[in-house]
């Protein structure tokens, strides 16, 4: 595509709930990330992959996170077992790929999470 | 562990000002840094990307120049205007990681 997709845009769930977030990043890019951002903060890393694996996964934050790529294209993060402090942006970005110093990422605009 | 520091936090300026934006980090073994605009409830824009052989890049009011070997990179945005206003965050790569800043909350009064 054009750009980065994400969806939902908004998502509002229960405490105890699983949710999952979609990533669909532009078109040949190999590298994508997800990052997490909670309300007045920075951006925290969370996952990383090239193609379809995953060299990092050192920033998920419980084992209730997981994400997963097929295709080397879009990308899934589930988060099982929603906790209130879960309530955050979860921003994706794809780039052509890791390890290039002109390597420029290119962000989504974001799922918005809310845990009640 | 890469961490990456933005100073000030917060920075409120009239507008025409000239101003400067600060951004530090700890592991100078980065490939390329970059700067990146965040409007409230938006995704982020990338603005200038300066790989690590380079020393600056520019675009329109923006400059931005990067000292690896002290860990330093400043934004300079000359003329500001109240469309500026925005959140302004810095991410170093290198490995695996992009790692951000904080970020410096700019506001430009009209």
């Known amino acids: 595509g054009a750009g980065v997709s994400q969806s939902p845009s908004n998502k509002v769930t229960e405490k105890g709930k699983d949710v999952e977030l979609r990533c669909d990043p532009i078109s040949g890019h190999t590298a994508l990330y997800w990052y997490r951002q909670s309300l007045g903060q920075g951006l925290e890393f969370l996952i990383y992959?090239?193609?379809?694996?995953?060299?990092?996964k050192s920033g998920l934050p419980s084992d209730r996170f997981s994400a997963e790529r097929t295709g080397g294209s879009v990308s899934t993060l589930t988060i099982q077992r929603t906790q209130q402090e879960d309530s955050a942006v979860y921003l994706c970005a794809s780039s052509t790929r890791q390890g290039s110093g002109a390597n420029v990422l290119t962000f989504g605009a974001g799922s918005r999470l809310t845990v009640l | 562990k890469q961490e990456v520091t933005q100073i000030p936090a917060a920075l409120s300026v009239p507008e025409g000002e000239n101003l400067v934006l600060n951004c530090s980090f700890t592991d100078s073994a980065i490939y390329n840094l970059q700067w990146f605009r965040q409007d409230p409830g938006k995704g982020l824009t990338s603005l200038l990307l300066?790989?690590?052989?380079?020393r600056e890049q520019t675009s329109g009011r923006l400059n931005a120049s990067l000292d690896k070997s002290s860990g330093r990179s400043t934004l300079y945005i000359a003329a500001s205007q109240p469309g500026d206003s925005a959140t302004y965050l810095c991410a170093v790569s290198g490995g695996f990681k992009t790692i951000f800043g904080a970020g410096t909350r700019l506001f430009v009064k009209a």
């Open positions: 300066i790989q690590s052989s380079q």
């Open positions: 992959f090239q193609g379809n694996s995953a060299p990092d």
